[in-house]
């Protein structure tokens, strides 16, 4: 959906049409979600989070304005504000028993599960290896889907900065991933 959609979708939802909010949520849940959940590696918890992303955003609503900023930039400086915040409150990882992955494995065919575990484990420790800005950039344009203006204006940075760091980043991630390669092998 266009920029210009979004405009018109804000102005109607701040005089309270509740259509054009279910519209914005249609729009950007997904993309939000996904920005969310790579982050903080846990489903569950990143549908929790994205709910409050929203909510966020219902309360903010009436303040908002465009400025030059994009809708989809606001949202997610609004997600980003978020994780920092549960990232404050929570600085212990949670632990699950055995037992409780387990009844969450389900009917899983267990190969493709560990590989598939495996691949995001490789990618989640790549990408740890990242500087904090280098990793929100590489989240952003390539998980969110944000382009290199709203990246740039979500991070509060210049584009210029922005292809810096997302330059420095791929590199990183790449070299961080071939090591890994090599020590499997």
Do not use: C
Not at 8 to 37: C, M, P
């Amino acid at each position: 959906m266009p920029e210009s959609s979004d405009v018109d979708l804000v102005a109607r939802a701040q005089g309270g049409d509740v259509n054009a909010i279910g519209a914005l949520y249609d729009e950007h849940h997904e993309s939000i979600f996904r920005y969310v959940w790579l982050r903080v590696g846990d489903r569950h918890l990143a549908e929790d989070l994205t709910g409050d992303v929203f909510m966020r955003m219902l309360n903010a609503l009436p303040h908002y304005r465009a400025l030059g900023l994009p809708f989809r930039a606001w949202l997610y400086r609004i997600a980003h504000n978020l994780l920092v915040d549960h990232y404050r409150r929570n600085s212990r990882r949670e632990t699950v028993s055995l037992d409780a992955a387990e009844a969450r494995a389900g009917d899983v065919d267990p190969v493709a599960f560990v590989e598939r575990r495996l691949r995001v484990e490789r990618v989640a420790v790549a990408l740890s290896r990242l500087d904090v800005h280098q990793r929100e950039v590489v989240a952003l344009r390539f998980v969110a889907g944000l382009s290199l203006q709203e990246t740039a204006q979500a991070m509060g940075r210049s584009e210029a900065a922005v292809k810096s760091l997302q330059h420095r980043g791929l590199e990183a991630l790449r070299l961080a991933l071939s090591e890994e390669e090599q020590v499997i092998a």
